[in-house]
């Protein structure tokens, strides 16, 4: 099945054509990464996917619903999150306040409710207090969940980013670059994590990484764009041989 | 809920009633007298419009200059309002017409709030700044020159509802509303835009709705304090509410803490009362005020409390755990 797909979606900036006519289909539960030289068109694909920009033309499919016309948060309500390149955590909030925020949508009592502290205010407080709580076990923070997000370890940091996305319950998981800035020994760590998150919450994941041993450790499938097109798509075997990939990464 | 909050709920509760007992008692015993008494009332009506403007300028992390504007809006349409219903002769207990003044007030200001915020929320920083001081201007010439209120010469007849009993509790009532909604979903919601609006968004926050949601809810409450404010005077004009007077409120914000609640109560008791305590100094007044100011932003650019807020259950915490400490020090000096 289909979660989310991209039909011919192009992105012009000006006279500048950053993605064109790129498809994607992403099937449920699947491993799929996305790699590319520097300036490919990586990171303004995921801001299309994640409705950051509008496509120039083209259409993008989540659980079959165009989400063109959708603003980046009713996308993440249809069930598409994601992580930043560079890590964007709300800084001066504790992780556990950090997930909390993304699991807004579940919690359900109004603003009256919240300023009279009602029992249903307590009620979906717990509730909510729980779930994230939950969360940060499954990631190992829970020891962290007090602490600023800014005073967490880097790789913690990294962590708490993904915990973040998953809050809002999504079916499709969005990584860019994951594992940049961080070493070898964190790097195998994050991969058994997506793998784990992958298996436990039943999602998809797209992943842009730069690593090439993350990326062909566990992807099932890998597509490869160089100047906003798609230039190869397989198994990691089939891209380590295809001479186009090796040309638009090693020239001629 | 469990024992630790409601154990602060009980020493917050303690500490506010043994409170109202000091004045109360100040005041029966004459040691406090209405001079002093205005000044306790002004303080109540500051530390409202610090804490409405707190919602904005620090919890949603924006720079918001027109808070005098919102303030005439509440003094004005709550007293004409009060004036009306007092006309019609129902009689009414002063509380109740005070009341219902204030929500017609805090209304009517929310309104203007939400109009004023929905197209100006689309720009950030000093932008949004300079375009709310221009808001607040129109609103003082609007009651300049609008005459079913009176225009320049202000508006007379509204009839004295504030005393310091009343302003005491619904001053209470509103720091307690503006706590437990900075502490619900929809508070965090707009702290999250103030750490980061990208990312917010990207967390499913719908951040335009909410940015629009505490400009609304900050000027409701600024209403509200204008509201007070006509009924304490019993006369409103509009050059009381100049851009100076956003800046006094907006420096009081400042000196506390962005984002701190108990920051915007501290400073605004210090900066109402210690221009009064300086009457002494008479010329020198407004040079060591400003000195103050000037002082404290060199040595606490971050505000008195920075971020957080002070709590009363762990400050007494702290100063039994401290005393705990000195007691293990001095045992293991006995040993």
Not at chain 1, 6 to 29: H, R, Y
Not at chain 2, 51 to 57: D, G, K, P, T
Not at chain 2, 98 to 111: D, E, K, P, S
Not at chain 2, 256 to 264: C, E, P
Request: hydrophobic fraction near 50%; glycine fraction near 8%; proline fraction near 3%.
């Amino acid at each position: 099945m289909t979660v989310l797909s991209a039909k011919n979606i192009t992105m012009q900036f000006g006279g500048l054509t950053a993605v064109d006519q790129f498809n994607l289909e992403l099937d449920a539960n699947e491993l799929v990464g996305l790699i590319g030289p520097n300036g490919a068109g990586k990171t303004t694909i995921f801001n299309m996917l994640t409705g950051v920009y509008v496509p120039t033309s083209g259409d993008i499919i989540l659980n079959n619903e165009s989400i063109l016309k959708k603003s980046p948060h009713d996308i993440v309500k249809l069930g598409a999150s994601r992580t930043f390149q560079n890590i964007r955590l709300f800084k001066d909030l504790t992780a556990l306040e950090n997930v909390k925020i993304a699991y807004h949508n579940y919690i359900n009592y109004n603003m009256i409710q919240g300023m009279f502290r009602t029992r249903k205010f307590w009620t979906e407080e717990k509730k909510a207090h729980e779930e994230c709580v939950k969360l940060l076990d499954i990631f190992d923070m829970g020891e962290y969940a007090e602490t600023l997000a800014k005073n967490l370890p880097y790789g913690q940091q990294r962590k708490l980013e993904i915990a973040r996305a998953l809050a809002s319950e999504p079916k499709v998981l969005m990584l860019d670059e994951p594992a940049a800035g961080m070493n070898p020994a964190e790097t195998a760590e994050l991969m058994e994590t997506i793998h784990f998150i992958r298996n436990k919450f039943d999602i998809t994941v797209l992943l842009i990484e730069h690593d090439m041993k993350l990326v062909m450790g566990i992807c099932e499938r890998i597509l490869v764009v160089d100047y906003g097109k798609t230039i190869a798509e397989g198994t990691p075997d089939e891209i380590l041989k295809n001479p186009e990939v090796i040309r638009a990464y090693l020239g001629n | 809920m469990d024992k630790n909050k409601r154990k602060a709920y009980l020493i917050n509760t303690a500490c506010i009633i043994s409170l109202y007992l000091v004045f109360f008692i100040l005041i029966q015993t004459k040691v406090m007298n209405k001079y002093f008494i205005g000044i306790a009332i002004l303080t109540c009506i500051m530390i409202i419009m610090a804490m409405s403007l707190n919602i904005v300028a620090g919890f949603l992390g924006e720079m918001a200059l027109g808070h005098a504007g919102f303030m005439a809006i509440g003094a004005y349409s709550s007293a004409y309002f009060s004036i009306a219903l007092i006309n019609t002769g129902i009689a009414l207990p002063n509380i109740v017409v005070l009341i219902l003044a204030m929500i017609v007030g805090g209304i009517v200001t929310g309104l203007v709030g939400f109009l004023i915020g929905t197209p100006t929320l689309r720009l950030r920083g000093d932008y949004l700044g300079i375009v709310t001081i221009g808001f607040s201007e129109i609103i003082r010439i609007f009651f300049i020159n609008f005459a079913p209120t009176g225009g320049a010469a202000g508006l007379k007849g509204i009839t004295k509802l504030v005393n310091f009993n009343n302003i005491y509790w619904i001053t209470i009532i509103i720091i307690i509303l503006i706590f437990t909604f900075g502490r619900s979903k929809q508070g965090r919601a707009i702290i999250s835009i103030r750490e980061d609006e990208i990312a917010s968004e990207a967390a499913g926050i719908p951040t335009t709705r909410y940015k629009v949601l505490a400009f609304t809810i900050s000027s409701f409450f600024a209403g509200m304090g204008g509201a007070l404010y006509a009924h304490y005077q019993a006369f409103v004009e509009p050059s009381k509410f100049t851009f100076m007077f956003s800046i006094e409120m907006f420096v009081i914000v400042v000196l506390g803490g962005l984002g701190s609640l108990t920051g915007s109560i501290i400073a605004a008791i210090v900066l109402t009362v210690l221009p009064e305590m300086l009457r002494g100094f008479a010329e020198y007044r407004l040079l060591v005020y400003s000195l103050a100011l000037v002082v404290m932003m060199i040595f606490r650019p971050q505000g008195m409390l920075g971020r957080s807020e002070f709590s009363l259950t762990k400050f007494i915490d702290s100063f039994f755990l401290r005393k705990d400490m000195k007691n293990s020090i001095g045992g293991g000096e006995a040993q």
